[in-house]
């Protein structure tokens, strides 16, 4: 099983501010990366996929990067309804998905 | 509209067993792997298990081999999860999702709401 680790578990940033939230594997996964965000009480969105495409209706601000065993999700200027929780997960193999990284206001 | 409803989840004790529906509307789905996905209350995501288009190729996390069976019926757009020998630990919101394309390891664009699913005696 290919283990994903997000960093940091919890991310405090301004309102307007750039995130920028980590994921690592625990072996190569290729560009087979996506990233996910859930809204407390809400399903999953998908926002990033193939490691840097933004999924159908995903706004600008939201880019993804990486590849091998290291990605990162960069949320450039930060809105309120930024501040969730977000996961990043492999389909390089069977799909596993990362603790999460929680967004908060600084 | 594409809709993915979950159905079947409930309150079972210990060792019992319980049926996962997943009734599929708005897009062609034998184009399509499916897959499973919980999430016990206030924790991440845990994939459980995956099926492709034509159920040639089919997978499970490890904490449900053995015990949980994935199937699909493309003729009633209709997906489904077998859990026999239930444990406190499988305790989660149980969600539905598509891939965003035939292969069965991939993203997922689109989830149903989630059925629960509570083993507790």
């Known amino acids: 099983e290919i283990v994903m680790t997000q960093s940091p578990a919890t991310l405090s940033v301004s309102p307007g501010e750039r995130a920028t939230l980590s994921c690592r594997a625990s072996?190569?996964?290729?560009?087979?990366l996506a990233w996910y965000q859930q809204i407390p009480g809400q399903t999953p969105r998908l926002l990033i996929y193939?490691?840097?495409t933004r999924a159908t209706g995903i706004p600008a601000r939201f880019s993804g990067s990486g590849s091998g065993t290291e990605f990162t999700l960069t949320i450039s200027s930060l809105q309120s309804e930024d501040f969730v929780v977000y996961f990043c997960?492999?389909?390089?193999?069977?799909?596993?998905f990362g603790q999460g990284t929680k967004l908060e206001i600084k | 509209e594409v809709q993915l409803v979950e159905s079947g989840g409930g309150l079972v004790q210990p060792g019992r067993s319980l049926r996962l529906s997943c009734a599929v509307s708005?897009?062609?789905?034998?184009?399509?792997?499916m897959h499973w996905v919980r999430q016990a209350p206030g924790k991440g995501l845990e994939w459980v298990s995956g099926?492709?288009?034509?159920?040639?190729?089919?997978g499970y996390a490890d904490s449900v081999k053995g015990r949980f069976t994935i199937s699909r019926d493309n003729a009633k757009n209709s997906l489904f999860l077998q859990m026999n020998s239930l444990r406190p630990e499988d305790t989660a919101l149980y969600y539905c999702?598509?891939?965003?394309?035939?292969?069965?390891?991939?993203?997922?664009?689109?989830w149903g709401q989630g059925t629960m699913v509570t083993v507790s005696s």
């Open positions: 072996q190569s996964v290729s560009t087979k």
């Open positions: 999702a598509k891939s965003i394309s035939v292969a069965a390891k991939n993203a997922f664009d689109i």
């Open positions: 193939g490691a840097s």
């Open positions: 708005g897009f062609t789905f034998d184009d399509y792997g």
């Open positions: 997960q492999q389909y390089n193999d069977w799909p596993t």
């Open positions: 099926i492709g288009w034509n159920s040639g190729v089919i």
